[in-house]
């Protein structure tokens, strides 16, 4: 879950001013961690301390009302709404990467990250792209074989994996549907070499940047086993709020996560 964090970070200056490079500055100005990484640690929460998905977003909505969330979720959050909106959005993708470590089996991973995208995203898309996902987090800490996470999500999801990441980039836009982010993170991980080159082909793609480098960092983190320091450490001593890093280093802690 960490590396959610911090591709959330690393990919937060370019969310709207997109950089179609992996040649680039890191922890430049308007680095932040933004409504993917309060509502990562939000899911962290619950999974470590039990609880309602639902109860739980909505409350770290309150507690971080200006972290950039999407309309519909705003809303339903401040509202304190308690059925979904049918969301397909990427919200439920963004989210889900600490099931992947918090259940043992492929089933049990699935049917959480269900749960987790169901309290907002019901729609099939929503729900897919939390599974897939946490899934993929799941897989590269169990399994380490790029082959199997490939055909799980090109397969399994119906999430094409077809063309690399120099083809997608060109004529790549802002897009915030589940099927068309996730497909691009996964591929990003792919054909990356380690945690930091997962990154840079993320944001390089363009489109929801800070969103892209949050689903492809949470599966480079679980494959690759580790986060380098300089990429973590200034997350979690200044853009990461105490409060946000305890509950990240306690689920860390609880559920064998390498930092």
């Given at each position: 879950m960490l590396g959610a964090i911090v591709g959330d970070c690393l990919g937060s200056p370019f969310e709207h001013s997109n950089l179609k490079s992996t040649s680039f500055r890191l922890f430049g100005q308007g680095t932040q961690c933004t409504d993917d990484s309060i509502l990562t640690v939000a899911?962290?929460?619950v999974l470590l301390n039990g609880g309602d998905y639902a109860r739980a977003y909505q409350d770290y909505f309150h507690r971080f009302p200006?972290?950039?969330?999407?309309?519909r979720f705003a809303v339903w959050?401040?509202?304190?709404?308690?059925g979904p909106y049918n969301s397909w959005g990427n919200g439920s993708a963004m989210r889900s990467s600490p099931v992947g470590?918090?259940?043992?089996?492929?089933?049990?991973?699935?049917?959480?990250?269900q749960r987790t995208a169901a309290v907002t995203h019901d729609h099939p898309d929503g729900i897919k792209g939390a599974q897939?996902?946490?899934?993929?987090?799941?897989?590269?800490?169990?399994?380490?074989?790029?082959k199997q996470i490939r055909e799980f999500v090109h397969d399994g999801c119906n999430y094409p994996l077809d063309r690399?990441?120099?083809?997608?980039?060109p004529d790549y836009e802002f897009e915030a549907s589940c099927r068309g982010t996730v497909p691009v993170a996964v591929q990003a991980f792919l054909e990356s070499n380690d945690f930091?080159?997962?990154?840079?082909?993320?944001?390089?793609?363009g489109g929801d940047s800070d969103t892209i480098a949050c689903i492809a960092g949470a599966i480079a983190h679980a494959f690759y086993g580790s986060i380098p320091k300089h990429l973590l450490e200034p997350v979690m001593n200044i853009y990461l709020s105490p409060d946000l890093a305890d509950v990240s280093l306690a689920f860390c802690e609880r559920f064998n996560v390498p930092l």
């Open positions: 899911t962290a929460d200006s972290a950039g969330y999407g309309s959050a401040n509202r304190r709404e308690s470590w918090a259940r043992d089996t492929l089933d049990e991973v699935l049917d959480e990250a897939a996902v946490a899934a993929c987090v799941f897989l590269a800490r169990t399994q380490r074989d790029r690399a990441i120099d083809d997608i980039r930091e080159s997962a990154i840079r082909l993320a944001i390089s793609v």
